[in-house]
C-alpha cells in the first residue's frame, strides 16, 4: 500500500504544470514565455528573477515542497491566477512562477 501511495505522490509530481500561452496586446515584438519556462529557467540557474516579460503581475518565489515555493510568491492569495508552474532545482528546492489576472 506504501508503495502505491508513493509511486502515486511521484507521479503527480513529476507530471507537467498545466501553463498557458500568455499573449501580451499592444506589444509589438514582445517575447513573451509560459510560467512553466521561467520556472524551469529558474530551477536551472538556482536564482529568483521576475521575466517582467508577461504583461501583468508576476509573483515568484521557492521553498522546499511546491506548496510552499507557491504560498511563498509575491500577491499569493490576493489576486486571481492567471498562470502558475513550479518546477525542482538541483539543490531540491522548489521554484514558482504565479502570474494574476
Known amino acids: 500500500m506504501r508503495g502505491i501511495l508513493l509511486l502515486l505522490a511521484l507521479a503527480l509530481f513529476a507530471a507537467?504544470?498545466?501553463a498557458e500561452?500568455?499573449?501580451?496586446?499592444?506589444s509589438p515584438g514582445a517575447v513573451v514565455t509560459s510560467a512553466q519556462a521561467d520556472a524551469?529557467?529558474?530551477?536551472?540557474?538556482?536564482?529568483l528573477?521576475?521575466?517582467?516579460r508577461a504583461?501583468?503581475?508576476?509573483?515568484?518565489?521557492?521553498?522546499?515542497?511546491?506548496?510552499a515555493a507557491l504560498s511563498n510568491c509575491?500577491?499569493?492569495?490576493?489576486?486571481?491566477?492567471?498562470?502558475?508552474?513550479?518546477?525542482?532545482?538541483?539543490?531540491g528546492r522548489w521554484f514558482a512562477v504565479v502570474r494574476y489576472r
Not at 524551469?40 to 536564482?47: E, H, P, S
Request: contains cysteine; proline residues 4%; positive net charge.
Open 16 to 18: 507537467p504544470a498545466h
Open 49 to 52: 528573477r521576475h521575466s517582467g
Open 21 to 26: 500561452r500568455i499573449v501580451v496586446r499592444n
Open 74 to 91: 509575491c500577491y499569493w492569495g490576493r489576486y486571481a491566477v492567471r498562470e502558475k508552474a513550479v518546477a525542482r532545482g538541483r539543490d
Open 40 to 47: 524551469d529557467q529558474m530551477a536551472a540557474t538556482g536564482r
Open 55 to 67: 504583461g501583468c503581475r508576476e509573483g515568484i518565489g521557492c521553498g522546499s515542497t511546491p506548496e
